[in-house]
C-alpha cells in the first residue's frame, strides 16, 4: 500500500518563473493539504483541497494556487517565484479531517 | 494571532535516557494537538493526537499529555534509542463545524547519542 507521494523531490527554478508540484495521496485518502517548510521551521499550512475544491486556505498569496482531480491527486502551482519561496514543500493526504499522512516533500530552491 | 511555541529548542541526551518535550500554545478555539516527527530529509509522522476532553495518550515509548487549561502539552520519551534522534512537531488545529486550521511549531531538535 503506496504512501503519499510527490513528484520532484527537488526542483531549481529562477526568480520569476513557475513551477507546479504534484501529489498522490495514500490509497482510500480524499483529502490532500499542502505546507511549506522553511529550513529549521515547522511548515506552514497553504491550503487543503477536498471534493476537488479548496476547503481551507492559510495565509498564502495568489500566487500560490492548487487543484484537485477526480482521482484526489492534487497539484500546487506558485507564480513569481521570490527568492523566499525556497522550502521544503510538504503534500498531507487523509480520509476527510482525520489523521494526516505526510509525503517526504519536494525541495524546491529559487536561484 | 495563533502561536505554537515548542522547548527547548534543541536537546542532546545519551540513549536510554529519558526526556521531555514542551509545548505552548494560543491556538483557539481549540480542536485537537497532534505530536508529530519528522525525521531528517523526510515527511513528518504523526504519534499522537488528543482532542480538548483527553489530557493524555500513549504510542510505545511515546507519551503525550495535554492541560487545556494552561494551553500546554508534553511529549515524554522513555528509554532513548538512537533511532529517536529527530525533530519533534507540536501541531495545533483550531475550529470546529468542520473547519481544520493548523498551527505548527517549529520543532524540537533531538539527539541521542550511544
Known amino acids: 500500500d503506496a504512501g503519499v507521494t510527490q513528484s520532484p523531490t527537488h526542483l531549481i527554478k529562477t526568480r520569476g518563473q513557475q513551477v507546479t508540484l504534484r501529489c498522490s495521496p495514500k490509497s482510500g485518502h480524499d483529502t490532500v493539504s499542502w505546507y511549506q517548510q522553511a529550513l529549521g521551521q515547522g511548515p506552514q499550512f497553504i491550503f487543503q483541497y477536498y471534493e476537488e475544491e479548496e476547503r481551507q486556505r492559510g495565509n498564502f498569496p495568489d500566487r500560490f494556487s492548487g487543484h484537485q482531480f477526480p482521482n484526489y491527486s492534487s497539484e500546487l502551482n506558485v507564480n513569481a517565484l521570490l527568492l523566499g519561496d525556497s522550502a521544503l514543500y510538504l503534500c498531507?493526504?487523509?480520509?476527510?479531517?482525520?489523521?494526516?499522512?505526510f509525503g517526504d516533500g519536494t525541495r524546491l530552491s529559487i536561484l | 494571532k495563533n502561536q505554537v511555541e515548542q522547548s527547548p529548542q534543541s536537546l542532546i541526551i545519551l540513549e536510554g535516557k529519558n526526556c521531555t518535550l514542551q509545548?505552548?500554545?494560543?491556538?483557539?478555539?481549540?480542536?485537537?494537538l497532534r505530536w508529530y516527527k519528522q525525521d531528517t530529509g523526510r515527511g513528518p509522522v504523526s504519534l499522537t493526537i488528543m482532542t480538548f476532553s483527553e489530557n493524555t495518550k500513549s504510542n510505545g515509548r511515546y507519551t503525550a499529555t495535554l492541560d487545556a487549561d494552561t494551553k500546554q502539552s508534553s511529549l515524554h520519551i522513555t528509554a532513548s534509542q538512537l533511532s529517536d534522534s529527530a525533530s519533534y512537531i507540536c501541531?495545533?488545529?483550531?475550529?470546529?463545524?468542520?473547519?481544520?486550521?493548523?498551527?505548527f511549531g517549529r520543532g524540537t531538535s533531538l539527539i541521542v547519542h550511544p
Open positions: 501541531v495545533v488545529s483550531e475550529g470546529s463545524g468542520g473547519s481544520y486550521i493548523p498551527t
Open positions: 498531507a493526504s487523509s480520509l476527510d479531517l482525520g489523521p494526516q499522512h
Open positions: 509545548c505552548n500554545y494560543t491556538v483557539s478555539p481549540f480542536s485537537n
